[in-house]
């Protein structure tokens, strides 16, 4: 029987274990080196959504939308995704993301900001009631024992390099392409640090507050319990594995806070943490075989959460021979033989 050994128990591998055993597969280990939902996975906003700028992407998140949608409330809020344009530019921008978005049979609308919400400056905005917020480490702790329901066996605190496999699933986030060395496979991804900001708890935060994003900055926020959590790129990319919070961002993003959202005028950030996003040259991820007996899910640049669902599937589909349920050719290892494709271009 084929022993098949899925390296890292963030929400890619575990949505991988789960899926190889609710196939029928039997011999699949989920093994981290650290504890299960312990790498980005721990760190991520939480976004699910279907609003993106090339095709491939759209139809990946919107194969996951279903899976969460089943798992439903508290893991998985339908609060919408919102997009707001301040200029006219962003605005068009906007509007043709949506045209792609919409033939695709995503339900994008033109929108008003909600209640609380500024909007004089707001030139228009789009929203999808569809996408929502998530709570990343709860799901995968949910997909990993229902994996082990199946029969996975739960490896944690090991590294997958000491075990023998007739088949490695490479799931380890920002940490695979030291994997993919080891077991002889060159994985472009290169580590790239992010923090997320939570502020005090803030009276009367409604509860379907969508996640609300500025076109142009980039600068978004979420509910979160009682706080809000807050994110932007940095003003220069941090390469590297260093996981550490840059604090003299916090006032311009308490700032635009309050601009965006008066009533959390007075609050402060609480609560800080840095991760790393796995980045690949064009912002997708790689997937599928990438060697014999070597599989890769992995390189989610910033947005493996909300495609986990569907990229499991998919890659599991792959592992036991099985028809593919979704089009992974757009995301082989070999298209950066040929210079990358497709870059995406909402990464927020
Ligand atoms: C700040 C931040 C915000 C984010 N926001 C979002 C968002 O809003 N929406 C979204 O979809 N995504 C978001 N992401 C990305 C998202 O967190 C990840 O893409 C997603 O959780 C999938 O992670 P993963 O399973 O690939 O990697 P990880 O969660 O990092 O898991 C990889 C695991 O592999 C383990 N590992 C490494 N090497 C080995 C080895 N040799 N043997 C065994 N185990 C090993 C690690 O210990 C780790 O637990 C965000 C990420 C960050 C950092």
Redesign the pocket.
């Known amino acids: 029987m084929v022993r098949i050994v899925v390296?890292?128990?963030?929400?890619?591998?575990?949505s991988v274990a789960y899926h190889l055993a609710e196939l029928g597969a039997r011999q699949v280990v989920l093994?981290?080196?650290?504890p299960v939902?312990?790498?980005?996975?721990?760190?991520?906003?939480?976004?699910?959504r279907q609003q993106f700028s090339t095709a491939a992407e759209v139809k990946l998140a919107q194969s996951s939308i279903r899976f969460f949608e089943q798992l439903g409330s508290p893991l998985f809020d339908q609060v919408g995704y919102l997009f707001l344009a301040t200029t006219e530019a962003g605005l068009a921008e906007l509007e043709e993301r949506a045209e792609l978005q919409r033939s695709l049979g995503v339900p994008v609308e033109a929108a008003l900001a909600p209640a609380g919400v500024r909007a004089d400056d707001v030139v228009g905005a789009v929203v999808c009631w569809q996408d929502g917020v998530a709570d990343?480490p709860a799901v995968?702790r949910e997909l990993v024992r229902r994996a082990a329901e199946r029969g996975v066996e739960v490896r944690e605190h090991?590294?997958?390099?000491e075990l023998d496999a007739d088949v490695f699933v490479i799931?380890?986030?920002?940490?695979?392409a030291?994997?993919g060395r080891?077991l002889g496979v060159e994985l472009p991804i290169k580590p790239l640090c992010?923090?997320?900001l939570a502020t005090a708890p803030i009276a009367g935060l409604p509860a379907d507050l969508p996640m609300t994003i500025e076109a142009e900055t980039g600068f978004h926020f979420r509910r979160r319990g009682d706080r809000l959590v807050l994110?932007m790129s940095d003003p220069e990319p941090r390469w590297g594995f260093d996981e550490v919070v840059d604090d003299t961002l916090f006032d311009d993003r308490l700032a635009r806070l309050v601009q965006r959202y008066p009533a959390a005028a007075g609050t402060r950030i609480d609560r800080a943490w840095?991760?790393?996003?796995?980045m690949t040259p064009d912002a997708h991820p790689i997937l599928g075989r990438v060697a014999e007996g070597v599989y890769a899910?992995?390189g989610?640049s910033?947005?493996?959460?909300?495609?986990?669902p569907a990229v499991g599937r998919a890659v599991a589909e792959e592992i036991l021979g099985l028809e593919p349920s979704f089009d992974v050719s757009p995301y082989r290892l070999e298209r950066f033989e040929r210079g990358a494709v497709f870059p995406e271009e909402v990464v927020?």
């Open positions: 390296a890292g128990a963030g929400a890619a591998g575990a093994c981290d080196r650290g939902a312990g790498g980005a996975t721990a760190k991520a906003m939480g976004g699910v990343p995968t090991e590294d997958a390099a799931a380890s986030g920002p940490w695979s030291e994997l080891t992010r923090q997320l994110a840095a991760g790393l996003y796995d899910a992995c989610f910033g947005h493996g959460f909300m495609q986990s927020l």
